[in-house]
């Protein structure tokens, strides 16, 4: 079984959808803390390390063979915690970052959150010096795009942030720093590789499953 840990239940079916069309068979089961990300966002993310470190025990004690956590701010806190929960505990948008890294050196980080933009970009600057590549990080934070999340207006926040994205120049790959984003990938009309993250992270976490 893969635990996903979310901070926001609109996770839930973008997942599950992606499981039944990739990786058919795989057992989720989602634990969904929203606090996770609003106490994050108020007091940064090493203050939710105790309380992800307790989600990740109890994920584990319900069977999970690895944990994916989905939340790119508190991703590296995630990873850090979960060294020694005795599975596999992954960030979700560590693939993603890996996969910028190689399509080339100036990347642009997308988000809809600032407390988003910083954990992403130190992550692609974390993945260039593990391959040795010099990378240029650019940020964009799409203004008004998480209130409409908030509201409920899915169309209205993928429309805003896909704006956005085939606004910027001088990129060799876009990343959408929250899987929450990733509906826009397929309203942008920039020639620009357009990267996100549910795909990519939930391919590592299957393959974290079968592994262990």
């Not at 992606?18 to 990300?37: A, S």
């Not at 939710?48 to 956590?69: F, I, K, M, S, Y």
């Not at 992270?201 to 592994?211: E, K, S």
């Amino acid at each position: 079984m893969l635990a996903l840990l979310h901070t926001s239940p609109a996770h839930i079916p973008v997942f599950d959808a992606l499981r039944d069309e990739d990786h058919q068979g795989l057992e989720l089961r989602h634990f969904v803390d929203e606090e996770l990300l609003a106490r994050a966002r108020r007091e940064g993310p090493e203050a939710v390390t105790d309380a992800v470190r307790h989600a990740l025990e109890e994920a584990v004690a319900q069977g999970a063979r690895a944990v994916l956590c989905t939340c790119s701010t508190i991703g590296a806190v995630a990873e850090s915690a979960g060294a020694d929960v005795g599975v596999p505990v992954l960030r979700g948008d560590r693939p993603m970052a890996a996969a910028a890294v190689a399509t080339g050196t100036r990347v642009v980080v997308a988000a809809t959150l600032e407390s988003t933009l910083g954990p992403t970009a130190a992550l692609i600057e974390e993945e260039a010096r593990r391959i040795d590549r010099p990378v240029a990080v650019r940020t964009l934070l799409v203004e008004g795009a998480w209130a409409r999340f908030e509201t409920g207006d899915n169309e209205g926040r993928a429309r805003l942030v896909a704006d956005a994205v085939d606004a910027v120049g001088d990129a060799d790959a876009i990343v959408l720093a929250q899987g929450s984003m990733a509906g826009a990938r397929q309203l942008t009309t920039t020639t620009v590789p357009v990267l996100s993250s549910p795909w990519l992270g939930l391919g590592a976490g299957a393959r974290a499953v079968r592994v262990g």
